[in-house]
């Protein structure tokens, strides 16, 4: 049992469902019990399709757990197919229909339906959403995929993009612009906007672009073995990836991208004054792997942050994290646990987390701004404007994504300057964003186990004054260097004068 | 309303469509969304799947911006392969969660389909763990699991699980029964104790002020899904009073008209506490239900509040019901409301989705009723909806809330009207 407030990932068959519903013409017929269709309003209400997902659930109920559930599953299986007319049907079971072991597989295959029908395994108490939309996108290839001649002209296809993505709409229109002006043909994207007889025409491209590793790098590693299709792997988010993404397509193609010109601005935005003060804040980076992996990159070599920590929560990419956090000095955090980032996030104390929905909470608490940059998201990133992540224009969203929750640069020094005034202080938070809860609030039944408290280090009264006048958003980082120097000086309390010998001591 | 006993019975006979086949509704583990907020010192512990976690963030529509007081301990393989104790396990989830959250007096151990399916005994544990915690916390169990449970029933199987816990008294006292917003709750007490009774609630908002029940206990039943706790609550000898629900001035003049006349309130005095909230009530709503009179109105099954809704919307706003669908009709509890919903409309029980929606198509009704998986679906195909679940989590009970109840279902006609597109 592993107590959770919070989950980065829903159950796979959400994963399976996020495949069914970025396509056409397939459904998916769901083994499950009554409440499980809250999965439904994922799509409807937070990415605000106008469509149902294609999924049926059989609701079985107890009273049908001693009678016959298997036939229950039979029926809604046929009156799926009676009434949508689907290409192909995936077929599963979400985590209480697991339990019941009816083989949802068995059972469909066994009724002669005139399309496929793809049984998928997805264990409920084992893996996760990401897992399960990669592992049905994978058996959906591997059954649907016909061995066909490459296409005469160079071609691709774009893998990855589901329904309820993070910007997978906008990065899929970047991307596919990106290779077309190329002068590559883009033969499919999948699985968002393919159907299943769409599917059977993969092996066509040439080369497959990997947009979304956690979903598509088991498919594009089985394309490459079975279809010799080879993939990039490098996923385009940020300037430098970009590039490295348009060396590996040039090379995959034989074609040659144009310079993107003035369509791109990141790095005049970044290297104009304006952004000077954006040197060295200490920024927390969270998510999945992949988002966290470009995240680091733009934020230490295009922004030139400082990256205090890291981490994701998908497993599966652990060993690329532990890498990257390698590279970057911090101890890489690898959880699912909401808990565990909290208390992560309040040890590093840095000035801005770059992370999903949960972070957003946790910046809250601990009144740190916080920009998304990862599933999990809510309604609000899924913006009605262009707003990719990849790509020349992703980069300019990112750059604006990320300055925005800052107080901007002369109203810090502003803030420096005059501490005391009483309308224009630092918890009135930043003078762009509109009305604010005051900050520091926290709930204070609630326990948040203090990373520092431990030395019990004392810190006296003028010190304490002193300190509350540094800002806020380098207060934390002042508090925690001036204990980690008094500790380093063997000292048991801090003075004013040990505040400005630490400040002393840490200047850069 | 007037205390005549209506001629007419209404719906109260008419036949009922029952159905099965998808049910496109929430689980009972919904509900803690809402009671987690009403008992201020409660903490609600799912034991349940990776699912449970994820519905219990998804359905909130919004994600608390502050710690919840509600978690789910995630069932792992090893603890279906029974090769760790579950029991110890969860002994071991609630220590860190009452550590963790030290100001916690009642933990509600919540049953979800897994458990459920695995036989988890919840109500040993919540024993168990009462002993161990005790003064402090007190546990409780319950079920929310969809095999057995539909969205709103999860509250009725949580003030359930309250009951056989509640002191015993023999005061000549009121309970109000249902979780009500603050507001309408502090409202609807006011008056009943304007009129000289005593009143406690069930939940109480903290655990200290638990209510007592025993034979000289009426109930005053204030939400229609409330089955199971008021037959445990007359089970302890208290007795109901039974009464349209208090939506619109009608229905709540005839549910504080009931509890008066159990009371033995004068007229004079009934009168002079509710004329002025009353003439209120009537006045906001003629305004409100201008945009309502004769259209038409499709209630796909929800929260169970569908028939008091109905009743409330034909009669008191000039609605005209096509189809009132419900999860569960509770003919003890909605029995009078439908006895007021003039014949007519379809009345159906349980659901096959795609048939209903097969039959909400056809009627094109002028507004649908339903959830959140199926709103924007229908707003695409032109149809005016209203979520259902917003039912549930505004204050709609009582005569101040009575024009803001209309007002939820007229917002749908004004927004259309208004946007220009």
Not at chain 1, 105 to 114: D, N, R, V
Not at chain 1, 310 to 319: D, K, M, P, S, T
Not at chain 2, 336 to 346: K, T, V
Request: aromatic letters at 8%.
């Amino acid at each position: 049992m592993k107590l959770s407030i919070w989950t980065y990932e829903g159950p796979p068959h959400v994963g399976a469902m996020r495949v069914a519903t970025g396509m056409t013409g397939l459904h998916y017929v769901l083994h499950a019990p009554q409440g499980d269709t809250y999965a439904d309003l994922l799509f409807t209400m937070i990415e605000r399709r106008n469509h149902r997902p294609p999924v049926t659930y059989t609701t079985f109920q107890a009273r049908d757990l001693g009678a016959d559930t298997a036939n229950l599953f039979k029926e809604a299986c046929h009156e799926a197919y009676a009434r949508f007319k689907p290409e192909a049907l995936i077929v599963g079971a979400s985590c209480t229909a697991e339990l019941i072991q009816d083989d949802p597989g068995g059972l469909a295959e066994s009724m002669g339906l005139p399309v496929p029908v793809i049984p998928l395994e997805l264990p409920s108490y084992q893996r996760k959403e990401n897992f399960g939309a990669s592992e049905t996108f994978f058996q959906l290839t591997r059954r649907l995929a016909r061995d066909m001649n490459k296409t005469p002209e160079v071609s691709c296809n774009v893998l990855g993009p589901t329904g309820l993505g993070y910007r997978h709409r906008d990065d899929v229109t970047e991307i596919v612009g990106l290779i077309e002006a190329m002068g590559i043909t883009v033969n499919l994207v999948a699985p968002m906007g393919a159907s299943p007889t769409d599917l059977t025409r993969l092996g066509q491209a040439h080369f497959n672009v990997m947009l979304y590793p956690e979903i598509a790098e088991e498919t594009c590693r089985w394309l490459d073995r079975n279809h010799d299709q080879p993939y990039t792997k490098t996923v385009p988010i940020g300037v430098g990836a970009t590039r490295d993404f348009i060396a590996e397509v040039e090379a995959l193609s034989g074609m040659k991208a144009a310079d993107p010109g003035d369509r791109l601005r990141l790095p005049w935005y970044a290297a104009s004054v304006d952004s000077t003060y954006l040197t060295g804040k200490r920024v927390f980076l969270f998510g999945d792997a992949t988002h966290v992996k470009a995240a680091a990159r733009i934020a230490k070599d295009e922004m030139a942050f400082e990256v205090v920590g890291l981490g994701c929560y998908n497993r599966e990419f652990a060993r690329d994290i532990r890498r990257l956090a390698k590279d970057y000095g911090v101890a890489p955090l690898i959880t699912e646990d909401y808990l565990e980032v909290e208390a992560a996030i309040k040890a590093a104390q840095p000035e801005m987390i770059l992370g999903t929905q949960m972070e957003r909470h946790i910046g809250k608490r601990l009144g740190i701004p916080c920009a998304v940059i990862s599933a999990p998201v809510h309604v609000q990133d899924y913006p009605a404007r262009y707003s990719p992540q990849m790509g020349w224009e992703g980069a300019n969203v990112i750059f604006d994504t990320w300055v925005h929750p800052l107080v901007m640069g002369l109203e810090e020094h502003l803030l420096h300057m005059f501490r005391e005034d009483f309308e224009f202080h630092d918890a009135a938070g930043p003078s762009h964003h509109g009305g604010h809860a005051p900050r520091g609030v926290d709930e204070p039944q609630v326990v948040i186990p203090d990373p520092v408290a431990d030395g019990n280090i004392i810190w006296l009264a003028d010190a304490e004054k002193e300190l509350r006048k540094v800002p806020f958003f380098v207060r934390g980082k002042a508090r925690k260097n001036t204990e980690a120097f008094a500790v380093q000086q063997g000292l048991t309390s801090i003075s004013v004068d040990t505040l400005y010998e630490a400040k002393a001591h840490y200047a850069r | 309303m007037n205390r005549e006993t209506p001629i007419s019975t209404g719906c109260l006979n008419a036949p009922v469509l029952k159905q099965r086949g998808q049910h496109e509704v929430f689980c009972g583990l919904t509900g803690i969304i809402w009671l987690h907020r009403k008992m201020q010192d409660a903490f609600f512990l799912v034991v349940g799947s990776r699912t449970c976690a994820h519905l219990l963030q998804s359905a909130a529509g919004v994600m608390i911006f502050a710690e919840p007081r509600f978690a789910t301990a995630i069932l792992e393989e090893k603890d279906l392969a029974g090769l760790a104790d579950a029991q110890d396990e969860l002994d071991a989830q609630v220590s860190q969660l009452l550590q963790r959250r030290p100001d916690i007096r009642q933990l509600f151990l919540v049953g979800s389909c897994p458990s459920e399916v695995i036989k988890l005994d919840l109500s040993r544990a919540a024993e168990r763990l009462s002993e161990v915690h005790a003064p402090n916390v007190r546990v409780y169990s319950y079920s929310g699991s969809g095999i057995e449970t539909t969205f709103t029933q999860g509250e009725d199987a949580c003030l359930a699980a309250m009951v056989p816990t509640l002191p015993p008294s023999e005061a000549h006292q009121l309970l109000l029964v249902g979780a009500l917003p603050d507001v309408v709750e502090d409202q609807l007490t006011g008056m009943i104790e304007a009129m000289g009774i005593k009143v406690a609630c069930l939940p109480a908002r903290r655990s200290g002020d638990m209510p007592t029940i025993g034979s000289q206990t009426r109930l005053a039943v204030a939400q229609p899904f409330l089955g199971d706790t008021v037959s445990a609550l007359t089970g302890r000898g208290a007795g109901l009073i039974p009464a349209p629900f208090p939506f619109g001035e009608q229905g709540t003049t005839a549910w504080l008209r009931a509890i008066a006349d159990a009371f033995d309130v004068t007229d004079e005095t009934f009168d002079a506490i509710t004329a002025a909230p009353r003439a209120r009530a009537r006045k906001a709503l003629d305004k409100v239900s201008e945009t309502l009179r004769g259209k038409s109105i499709f209630f796909f099954p929800d929260s169970q509040l569908e028939v008091p809704l109905a009743r409330f919307l034909t009669t008191e706003c000039g609605m005209i019901p096509v189809e009132v669908g419900t999860p569960y009709l509770h003919r003890g509890l909605v029995g009078p409301d439908l006895a007021l919903i003039p014949e007519g409309p379809l009345i159906s029980e349980g659901q096959d989705v795609e048939k209903q929606l097969d039959r909400c198509r056809a009627a094109r009704p002028d507004l649908t009723v339903c959830g959140l998986g199926l709103a924007n679906p229908l707003e695409a195909d032109g149809l005016a909806t209203k979520w259902s679940i917003e039912l549930v989590f505004s204050p709609v009970h009582g005569y101040e809330q009575a024009a803001d109840l209309a007002g939820l279902f007229a917002r749908p006609f004004l927004r259309k009207a208004a946007l220009q597109l």
